[in-house]
């Protein structure tokens, strides 16, 4: 996945499209960007007055783009309090987990049912290049592939209804999916769970996609909640300003 791939996610999910402003579009990308693959940290202020100095604007804006991303629970924002990124207590994210686990058994059920022939090989080229992106270590690469992988899954079964809740989840739990590759070992896990889920699809084994997927839901939440036990609270992580796809 290229920049370009992931301003394109980021784009739908924030519905950016729908923003007249561009300014507001590419400071709210740019901060969703930076708290989904965690270069700014849950709790971490959001200072407007330096977000409004590293982009060169004023004030609104800024402000604009945050409130943006309040709606999407990823920031915080409190009367007499500096704007933050959002901290899911540990609960909330098993009720999201516990959620979401539900909804991929579904989705891998119809994937099975609704999938040609073609299309399950072109989920499986998908899987083949995350693959080297695992096999390299290149953890923001793979997480977006893997992305754009779900995302493609729930295009080809074309049921609304589930494509419509899977995206209100999507941005409250891509900052927890990110934060559980980055455990030792997840990558290897991860691809391995794709690769067993493409194969039991092209078997046509619904049952099985279905508890597959589940278990690596499982699984990522078991990462997440062991990430989140080892960092104890502390100084946030310095933003790196990434250039914002054009």
């Not at 604007?57 to 783009?65: F, G, I, L």
Request: with cysteine.
């Amino acid at each position: 996945m290229t920049d370009q791939d992931t301003h394109l996610v980021l784009e739908r999910l924030l519905r950016l499209r729908d923003r007249r402003e561009p300014l507001v579009a590419q400071i709210a990308e740019w901060v969703g960007a930076g708290i989904i693959e965690g270069r700014l940290q849950p709790g971490q202020d959001l200072n407007s007055v330096d977000l409004s100095r590293e982009f060169e604007t004023s004030r609104t804006p800024v402000r604009e783009a945050l409130m943006l991303l309040e709606q999407e629970g990823l920031v915080e924002m409190k009367a007499r309090r500096r704007p933050r990124v959002a901290a899911p207590s540990l609960q909330d994210i098993r009720d999201i987990y516990q959620v979401r686990r539900q909804l991929l058994s579904m989705l891998a059920a119809l994937l099975v049912k609704d999938a040609t022939d073609e299309e399950m090989t072109e989920l499986r080229t998908q899987v083949v290049r995350m693959r080297k992106l695992a096999d390299d270590g290149d953890v923001d690469a793979y997480f977006w592939s893997h992305v754009h992988l779900q995302e493609r899954m729930t295009e080809i079964v074309g049921n609304a209804t589930l494509k419509q809740i899977l995206d209100s989840l999507a941005l409250r739990t891509l900052m927890l999916r990110h934060l559980s590759l980055t455990r030792p070992g997840r990558l290897a896990y991860s691809i391995d769970d794709q690769e067993r889920l493409i194969q039991a699809c092209e078997e046509r084994d619904a049952d099985l996609a279905s508890a597959l997927i589940a278990g690596a839901t499982v699984r990522a939440l078991r990462a997440v909640e062991e990430q989140l036990e080892r960092d104890a609270p502390g100084t946030a992580k310095p933003a790196r300003r990434r250039r914002a796809a054009s």
